[in-house]
Every structure is written in C-alpha cells, then in structure tokens.
C-alpha cells in the first residue's frame, strides 16, 4: 500500500471516530427542552411558574365547590402551552391585587388570568398573542324583542354593577341603571322582570349559559369592539413571549384552543 493511500485511510478512520463520539446523529433538541428553558430566564429551568388567582371560575378555579384540583380555562390553556414548550408548570395562586408586583419582584414567570390588553399595561409589560376574544353584550330574556341595539336601551333599565365600565355604558346609552353587586344580582332582577337587560362581557353570559342552560336569556346586541385577553409578561421575556406566540399559533391551527374554548363556553372565543 503507498504512503498516500495509508495518510488517506487514517483519515477517513479519524474523522469516523470524531463523529460516533459526538453523536451529531441525534436530533437537536430545543431550547426548552434541551436547557431547561434557559433562554427564556425562568425563575427555576425546565419549569413555567404561572401566576393565577384560583377563584375566577370559569377561568382559574377549583373544581367540586373549591375542593378540587386547579383548573379553567385559562389554566388548560397555559398548561397546553407548556407542554408545547416541553416545560413543567407550577402555579402560584395570588390574589389580583398583587399579582402584578409578583410579576414584577421575578416570582413568576408569566400572568395566565384573563388580562385584558390596555395602553396602560402594554408601557409597562408585554403581552403574548391574545387567546381570548369577548365583546360586551346586552342580554335580555330570550321573548324580548323591544332591544337589538345600545340605542334601544334609552329609556330602559339595566341591573349594573356602579362601579363597572359597563355601568358607564349603560349610563351613556341612556338607560336607567338599578345598582347590583355583579353578575348573580343583575341576572335574578333581569328573570323576574323587574330589569329590562343587563349588559356585561359576552364571555359571563356564556359561561353562565353554559352551566345554567336553559336560561330564557338571550344577547340583544353586541359592542363593536372586542376586548383581548393575553398573558402578561415583564420586558425582559421577549424570547419567553415568542415561544409561547409560536406555541399558541400551534395550538390555534391543531384546533386545541377552539376545543378548550367550547369545553367552557360553547363556542370559539378564541379569535
């Protein structure tokens, strides 16, 4: 054999035995997975720490009247994302009046509690893609057909909580509001006739209709904007944020999200 042909074999040995060792046939595994997530600056790797208020059914509650496990809307949501993401989750129930400085004293990672997306906190924090959707909606016993718009309202009564937007709302379309403390109290007034509607976020009714069906309740009309509801986030989690966007466009186009959403409302409030 001539010296040549030997250099060349001794090469081609070497290189073989560089690449069984580095095992460069494996699949590369992704951030998530692969560092525990490292990249994203999680309060503990391999882990999502999602902070949630566990008593605002039917988006973060406990279920068999609060003695059960962690569960909702929101709570399935961010635990399919997670898994998407191939991270564990731990949630940190907190009340809603702190669970803003927790975010901002580094103790979780992200805020899963139906936030509504304002000017106010989109200068102060970032937002994942909206995955909730809900217009307000007056609602009116299902053989009314004196109200299909805000404008019908003038002249009406509607139950209203008096410290809620939507008591503003009714105020502006001119209607004579009956103070109420939420939702149960504006609802049993509007069953026994002694309200004509009641407006609030087309999502309550929802749920409400969902769980308590057949009401005798309809929507009447519905506002023209649409509040989103997204996960929040400090600045610093831009990387963190675009996982969970491209998990959640995962999640929208396999159909996930629409079925999560129907579990609990009956229907896609998801876009």
């Excluded at 309809?218 to 990387?239: L, M, P, R, W, Y």
Aim: charged share 25%.
């Amino acid at each position: 054999m001539s010296r040549r042909l030997i250099a060349v074999t001794a090469l081609v040995l070497t290189a073989a035995a560089l690449t069984a060792c580095s095992g460069s046939s494996a699949p590369e595994e992704s951030s998530a997975s692969g560092d525990g997530g490292s990249d994203f600056g999680l309060v503990q790797d391999g882990t999502l720490t999602v902070a949630t208020e566990g008593t605002y059914r039917p988006f973060s509650f406990h279920g068999d009247n609060g003695a059960g496990d962690l569960t909702g809307y929101d709570v399935e949501i961010i635990q399919a994302v997670a898994d998407k993401l191939d991270l564990e989750v731990k949630f940190e129930e907190t009340q809603w009046d702190a669970i803003f400085a927790g975010l901002d004293a580094d103790r979780f990672d992200v805020i899963a509690n139906q936030v509504t997306i304002n000017d106010e906190r989109t200068a102060k924090y970032l937002f994942s893609a909206p995955y909730t959707v809900s217009p307000g909606v007056i609602v009116v016993a299902d053989d009314d057909d004196s109200i299909s718009s805000f404008a019908d309202l003038d002249g009406k009564t509607t139950a209203q909580s008096l410290t809620s937007n939507w008591n503003d709302l009714a105020t502006e379309s001119g209607a004579k509001v009956e103070g109420v403390e939420g939702w149960a109290q504006a609802v049993e007034l509007l069953r026994q006739g002694r309200v004509d509607a009641t407006i609030n976020d087309k999502l309550t009714f929802l749920d409400y209709e969902t769980t308590n069906s057949p009401t005798g309740l309809k929507i009447a009309a519905e506002t023209d904007e649409a509040g989103e509801q997204a996960f929040v986030f400090t600045k610093d989690k831009k990387s963190l944020v675009e996982a969970v966007d491209a998990a959640l466009e995962e999640l929208r186009a396999d159909g996930t999200l629409a079925e999560i959403s129907d579990k609990y409302f009956g229907e896609d409030v998801t876009e």
